[in-house]
């Protein structure tokens, strides 16, 4: 069976992928940074360089100039889009701690706080209700073309991201690319029969919307715990300050009841059917489905063109981590899935890069032509290559919000992947929060919501 070349392979992606790829004659220099480049992990250094140069510096002067509290910041810093001249000078871009995207008012006042935080002119929403809620306010302006996506923290207090559509298309699109970047030439858009274990059809949480990305990239794919009801921001609030509603307690304990031997069983018909899989899901997830693959003692061989895709956290019971590595292990033995092909994504609700695992050393590799990693040593100052510390990024395909951005992360950067030639610089696997902050997470939000591993 002869190998489809790179370029066919990526060709074919954009087929897949159109309805996230803009006219060509639109695009901009971020766009040229992501839809013009093919593998996003083996951009040649030099013109990766440039390409980023041109994009973070676009993006830079467009909030400059269309957004005023980003423009009041840079001139509070001295810094304006003519002091950008080389890379150098991104340093001097100012960084957006993620606190700020959580500093927002109660009701009405909050349609103004994202119109403050918005680049450019935001949809104007009418309201009946007289005192709105939150999330009437984002239903609204979701339903004018926005994206707002949230996510949660354990104290409740909630992370707000604007997305304009051609933001989130980039987000989209750039995730599928990574992820397709690293699994060639394994991954067969026509023949995998991907599951993917959550997927919420009319929600705004970034987990949801993430698990989108490999929906238009797979000729079968099946949804093993499809979420029909809006997980409202107070949903969301109660069950990261671990105050579930007692109703909501015992649904999920039936749905996962219910979608628990509904995957079990998919397994075993692609089993039966000798099909090659891809299963999509957070790990603390998967790894209750293996926990219960191992009790029945079923195990599978599904084999070196099968893949387990991972995002969201490590975090797989309450106090309780899992390594990457311990997981790889286990999907190997329980279902015959190499290690190659077990790969993990870091990304996170402000920005729009994702960060992939390459198969040979599962480090992170990060989409350099078009996001600037920035380490934050503990004096506040940028550290070098090799050091600990907050991890902060410019991402250039932000446009409707500064994508400007210091994480509550704590990561080690590397200038190279010590394992694989890709050239691009790496983050070190094991991803923490740093001292201080509170538990977040993809992962953790819908462990927390389905009160997985509470009990067993
Ligand atoms: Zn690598």
Known sequence: MGEISFDEYIKKFDRLESRYIPPKEEWLPPDEALYGVKDIYRVPLEKAKKLRFKAIKYTFKHHYENNKFYRNLCKEKNVS?????????????????????????????????????YTGDLPSIFIKKKNPKIDDIIREFNRKG???????????????????????????????????????????????????????RNINLFAGMMGGIFTDMLKYID????????????????????????????????????????FIEWLKERDRDKDDIA????????????????????????GDKSFV??????????????????????????????????????????????????????Y?????????PIIIGKDGEPAGYGETGRFAFL???????????????????????????????????EIKRAKGEEVRGCAEEVRRMLSIGSGD
């Open 146 to 200: 926005l994206r707002i996506a949230y996510s949660s923290g354990t104290s409740g207090r909630h992370t707000f991201i604007p997305r304009d559509e051609r933001t989130f298309n980039r987000a989209v699109y750039g995730g599928a690319k990574g992820f397709v970047s690293m699994a060639y030439p394994r991954w067969d858009f026509d023949k995998i029969h991907g599951y993917l274990s959550l997927y919420a």
């Open 223 to 262: 949804y093993g715990f499809v979420l029909n009801i809006e997980v409202t921001t107070d949903i969301l609030q109660a069950a990261m300050r671990g105050r579930r509603n007692i109703l909501i307690r015992l649904a999920s304990l039936y749905i996962d009841w219910r979608r628990t031997r509904k």
């Open 279 to 302: 299963l999509l899901g957070a790990p603390f997830f998967l790894n209750h489905i293996m926990s219960l693959l191992e009790k029945k003692g079923l195990s599978f061989d599904f």
């Open 364 to 372: 992170l590799h990060i989409p350099y032509s078009y996001y600037y």
């Open 81 to 117: 889009p003519d002091d950008i001249k080389s890379e150098e000078d991104f340093l001097k871009i100012p960084l957006l701690p993620d606190k700020f995207f959580k500093n927002y008012p109660e009701g009405k006042e909050f349609a103004f706080w994202i119109a403050n935080i």
């Open 395 to 429: 991402d250039a395909l932000a446009t409707s919000y500064p994508g400007f951005i210091i994480s509550g992360d704590e990561v080690k950067l590397l200038e190279h992947c010590p394992v694989c030639d890709r050239p691009g610089p790496v983050l070190e696997p």
């Open 309 to 362: 895709v991972t995002g969201g956290g490590w975090k797989i019971r309450e106090n309780v981590r899992i390594t990457t590595k311990e997981f790889r292990d286990r999907v190997e033995k329980v279902l015959g899935i190499p290690h190659t092909n077990c790969l993990d994504a870091y990304g996170m609700v402000e920005g729009n890069g994702f960060m992939f695992h390459c198969p040979e050393g599962h």
